[in-house]
């Protein structure tokens, strides 16, 4: 089954501890995105990777990480969780047709607390 | 890309057909709609994308005003699963893996 799938799914965790959530898509999608969401403000886009090893900031990078070694995974890491990273993250993927469709693959959201 | 408007919320009664009306009055001959949903807290789904011509799939059908200033996705006969946010999203086709600019769409709310 064609998926996109994140991990954990639910996080509490404390100021200044490293996380990293991890994304993975099985559909040899080229591109991979971060968004998150929070209430009135919409989905915005965090970072995204039009291949491996090929990274950029979306509209809000501040605070994040990403890497892409491999095409399946895009993981998103938290060097010092602080509470307004507190969101709904989703991960994202598209393959060639995304330049035509706009088709984009979301995964079920992690849901991350910072206290 | 064109910015769009749409309603914040509508209700629909069960198998009646939902309306969604977006404006993207500034659309560029170019651009495409997109429309996308959201059923709470899951992650997007695409519905439908169109051009010009009136499209149809097997979620839904999108028609586009002559002058493509706006548009409408139509849910046929709307189940109680179809209750989401929806997302009009006007982009450049061909555009490569650019953005896709989610704004607050419309929270469709189907009833029994």
């Known amino acids: 089954e064609a998926q996109v799938t994140q991990n954990p799914r639910y996080l509490i965790t404390v100021t200044g501890k490293k996380l990293t959530v991890t994304c993975s898509q099985n559909m040899n999608h080229e591109y991979m995105s971060w968004y998150r969401q929070d209430p009135g403000l919409g989905l915005r886009q965090i970072y995204y990777s039009m291949n491996v090893e090929v990274t950029d900031k979306g509209d809000v990078p501040e605070g994040y990480k990403v890497s892409r070694k491999e095409k399946r995974n895009f993981p998103l890491i938290l060097e010092s969780p602080s509470p307004n990273q507190t969101s709904l993250y989703f991960c994202a993927s598209g393959g060639s047709a995304l330049m035509n469709t706009g088709e984009l693959f979301f995964g079920e959201g992690s849901r991350l607390t910072v206290l | 890309d064109a910015k769009t408007t749409q309603p914040p919320s509508m209700d629909c009664a069960e198998g009646r057909a939902a309306n969604l009306p977006c404006n993207h009055s500034t659309i560029s001959g170019n651009e495409y709609v997109y429309w996308y949903r959201q059923i709470h807290s899951q992650g997007p789904q695409y519905i439908i994308h169109?051009?010009?011509n009136n499209e149809t799939n097997e979620m839904a059908s999108l028609i586009i005003t002559e002058d493509r200033k706006s548009s409408t996705l139509i849910l046929p006969h709307a189940t109680l699963r179809d209750t989401a946010v929806y997302y009009c999203i006007v982009r450049v086709a061909n555009s490569g893996y650019s953005t896709l600019t989610f704004g607050k769409g419309t929270m469709l709310l189907v009833s029994p």
């Open positions: 169109g051009l010009k």
